[in-house]
């Protein structure tokens, strides 16, 4: 088995999962674990407040935890005042005696896990899968696994929000600017998210809407902001963008992005940034109060149709300037507009309710994605192949949470389901 990190041996300890049957300190004097303590997720001692009786002695106090007692002085904590209360020194293997400033040893134990921790946590290591709990996931109880999923969605929206919190502040609590912001990131999707981002700060909500009823200057103000507009033109329509947008530029003493930010490859040509910007200009130009419009509908299709738009005629025959295509509307599929809702809609409604207290704005944030089929992508695919059924938004967005903020980081010991998965005792190699 690979030697085991002091993670898991924090877990072991946090969560009884070590054998605890006579026990003793590596000097033989009996042992009782009466309290594991606090574990401390900041710099100092590992457990905070735990009690243990050694001999006949009751002590309290803090707990430190590492894979050999050596560690103790090759992290320095001789010289840290904040180790001078550790009552207990709990190691995988005791390899010298420690001492604290005024000589006193400290007592040690070495932790022995259970063997069903060993082998689950040896077959988590061991895992070269998708995720690392993909040999163990079907052994999962579903009533458990639909509950820790609420829990994902819970902490997902919890730590949108709260970058939403930081961003509404920033823009002083303009909900409108907000929404502006996110959802022409959203537009963006994964590949373009950036220059999306950078493209809503370079370009404030106040310019566009004072020129929403011409949609020829809101595309002008658009392309050109993302550095769309450059070099010669090629063609009557760039010609007209481009005076347009030197105009504004100047009016508004804009800055353009840098326009080779913008990615294409491996992209279909209906999401190519010109097509995505000229449905946003064209979102623009038709909404108004668009986010206020949003918090008066009652059902998911009511948000759907304010979003649905299409692009200008030009845009119907091209997918970059000059180059003539084959004549199709393009206008925001439901994919796209469900996407949208996903990713901007809901996490500010949520945030709106949470700020004003209404709760029932924030349920309703919550039905949308009980609504919304699930996303198309690769993600949810090898979910799929794990055996993992996902009906709905709801579910698809718990478990992007679980792969992106977990399974990607290796955090299976900081993970509910991870914790599920070591504790179980009737989990076997069923390779």
């Given at each position: 088995m690979k030697s085991?990190?002091?993670?898991?041996?924090?877990?072991?300890?946090?969560?009884?999962?070590?054998?605890?049957?006579?026990?003793?300190?590596?000097?033989?004097?009996p042992l009782?674990?009466?309290?594991?303590?606090?574990?401390?997720?900041?710099?100092?001692?590992?457990?905070?407040?735990?009690?243990?009786?050694?001999?006949?002695?009751?002590?309290?106090?803090?707990?430190?935890?590492?894979?050999?007692?050596?560690?103790?002085?090759?992290?320095?904590h001789e010289n840290d005042l904040r180790y001078d209360s550790i009552i207990l020194h709990v190691v995988e293997k005791s390899d010298m005696r420690i001492y604290r400033k005024n000589g006193e040893v400290i007592p040690q134990m070495e932790i022995e896990l259970v063997d069903?921790?060993?082998?689950?946590?040896?077959?988590?290591?061991?895992?070269n899968g998708w995720i690392r709990c993909s040999l163990l996931w079907k052994n999962i109880d579903r009533d458990y696994l639909s509950f820790?999923?609420?829990?994902?969605?819970?902490?997902?929206?919890?730590?949108?929000?709260?970058?939403?919190v930081t961003l509404l502040e920033s823009n002083k609590n303009d909900w409108s600017s907000t929404f502006y912001l996110i959802l022409l990131k959203s537009f963006g999707m994964h590949t373009n998210a950036l220059p999306f981002e950078l493209l809503a700060k370079s370009l404030p909500l106040r310019v566009l809407a004072k020129h929403k009823n011409n949609l020829m200057e809101v595309e002008a103000l658009l392309l050109g902001q993302a550095g769309l507009l450059h070099g010669d033109p090629q063609d009557e329509y760039?010609?007209?963008?481009?005076?347009?947008?030197?105009?504004?530029?100047?009016?508004?003493?804009?800055?353009?992005?840098?326009?080779?930010?913008w990615k294409y490859s491996k992209m279909r040509p209906s999401n190519f940034p010109h097509i995505k910007l000229a449905q946003f200009a064209a979102l623009i130009h038709m909404s108004d109060h668009l986010f206020s419009r949003?918090?008066?509908?009652?059902?998911?299709?009511?948000?759907?149709?304010?979003?649905?738009?299409?692009?200008?005629?030009?845009?119907?025959?091209?997918?970059?300037?000059?180059?003539?295509?084959?004549?199709?509307?393009?206008?925001?599929?439901?994919?796209?507009?469900?996407?949208?809702?996903?990713?901007?809609?809901?996490?500010?409604?949520?945030?709106?309710?949470?700020?004003?207290?209404?709760?029932?704005?924030?349920?309703?944030?919550?039905?949308l994605?009980?609504?919304?089929?699930?996303?198309?992508?690769?993600?949810i695919t090898k979910w799929r192949e794990l055996g993992q059924e996902v009906c709905n938004?709801?579910?698809?967005?718990?478990?992007?949470?679980?792969?992106?903020?977990?399974?990607?980081?290796?955090?299976?010991?900081?993970?509910?389901i991870g914790h599920h998965l070591l504790s179980n005792k009737k989990t076997r190699d069923d390779r």
């Amino acid at each position: 088995m690979k030697s085991m990190n002091e993670s898991l041996l924090q877990y072991a300890w946090q969560c009884k999962h070590f054998k605890m049957t006579q026990i003793q300190t590596v000097d033989g004097i009996p042992l009782e674990v009466i309290d594991v303590g606090q574990l401390n997720k900041d710099a100092g001692p590992d457990f905070f407040n735990a009690k243990v009786k050694i001999g006949t002695t009751m002590w309290a106090g803090n707990i430190e935890i590492h894979l050999s007692a050596s560690d103790w002085y090759r992290h320095h904590h001789e010289n840290d005042l904040r180790y001078d209360s550790i009552i207990l020194h709990v190691v995988e293997k005791s390899d010298m005696r420690i001492y604290r400033k005024n000589g006193e040893v400290i007592p040690q134990m070495e932790i022995e896990l259970v063997d069903s921790v060993k082998r689950n946590y040896e077959l988590l290591s061991q895992t070269n899968g998708w995720i690392r709990c993909s040999l163990l996931w079907k052994n999962i109880d579903r009533d458990y696994l639909s509950f820790q999923l609420t829990r994902m969605i819970c902490e997902r929206i919890h730590r949108k929000s709260r970058e939403l919190v930081t961003l509404l502040e920033s823009n002083k609590n303009d909900w409108s600017s907000t929404f502006y912001l996110i959802l022409l990131k959203s537009f963006g999707m994964h590949t373009n998210a950036l220059p999306f981002e950078l493209l809503a700060k370079s370009l404030p909500l106040r310019v566009l809407a004072k020129h929403k009823n011409n949609l020829m200057e809101v595309e002008a103000l658009l392309l050109g902001q993302a550095g769309l507009l450059h070099g010669d033109p090629q063609d009557e329509y760039e010609t007209g963008l481009r005076k347009h947008y030197d105009y504004l530029r100047k009016k508004f003493e804009l800055t353009p992005i840098d326009g080779t930010l913008w990615k294409y490859s491996k992209m279909r040509p209906s999401n190519f940034p010109h097509i995505k910007l000229a449905q946003f200009a064209a979102l623009i130009h038709m909404s108004d109060h668009l986010f206020s419009r949003i918090m008066e509908c009652n059902s998911k299709e009511q948000i759907q149709k304010l979003f649905q738009c299409k692009t200008s005629t030009y845009w119907e025959s091209h997918y970059k300037f000059s180059k003539e295509s084959v004549h199709r509307t393009k206008h925001l599929d439901d994919g796209t507009i469900n996407t949208l809702i996903i990713n901007a809609v809901v996490p500010l409604l949520y945030i709106y309710g949470e700020k004003h207290e209404n709760e029932q704005m924030q349920e309703k944030s919550m039905r949308l994605l009980e609504e919304i089929p699930a996303e198309k992508n690769n993600l949810i695919t090898k979910w799929r192949e794990l055996g993992q059924e996902v009906c709905n938004a709801y579910q698809s967005q718990a478990l992007i949470e679980l792969k992106r903020q977990y399974c990607d980081l290796n955090k299976c010991l900081c993970c509910s389901i991870g914790h599920h998965l070591l504790s179980n005792k009737k989990t076997r190699d069923d390779r």
